[in-house]
């Protein structure tokens, strides 16, 4: 689930993942793009050369630019963790969604 606010000229994309609360910002890294106006969705890893599974369901952004993919809630790229989306933690408190940012 994903939720877009903003903030004066900051936007970012709330999301659930896994019961935890983290906002996105939505600006990609790399070039510029809107990275959350893309859902949480999982990725395929490759533990072994033969191997392919699908792994961190829910859990990764995944750029609709350039394809960089970007875990959450700790915002590192898969590839390249040097390069980062920011991040914000969240909580639900009395039924609000509150972002410390
Ligand atoms: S702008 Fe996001 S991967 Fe290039």
């Not at 939505?26 to 395929?44: D, E, F, I």
């Not at 533990?47 to 590192?76: M, N, V």
């Amino acid at each position: 689930m994903r939720k877009l606010v903003r903030i004066g000229r900051l936007e970012l994309g709330v999301y659930n993942v896994k019961g935890q609360i983290v906002a996105v910002r939505n600006l990609c890294p790399h070039a510029g793009a809107p990275l959350c106006h893309s859902r949480a969705t999982g990725t395929v890893v490759s533990p072994a050369p033969t191997q392919r599974e699908w792994a961190y369901d829910g859990e990764i952004l995944k750029c609709p630019w350039h394809g960089w993919e970007f875990k959450l809630p700790s915002g590192e790229t898969l590839v390249e963790p040097k390069y980062k989306v920011v991040t914000f933690p969240g909580r639900i408190e009395n039924g609000d969604v509150v972002v410390d940012v």
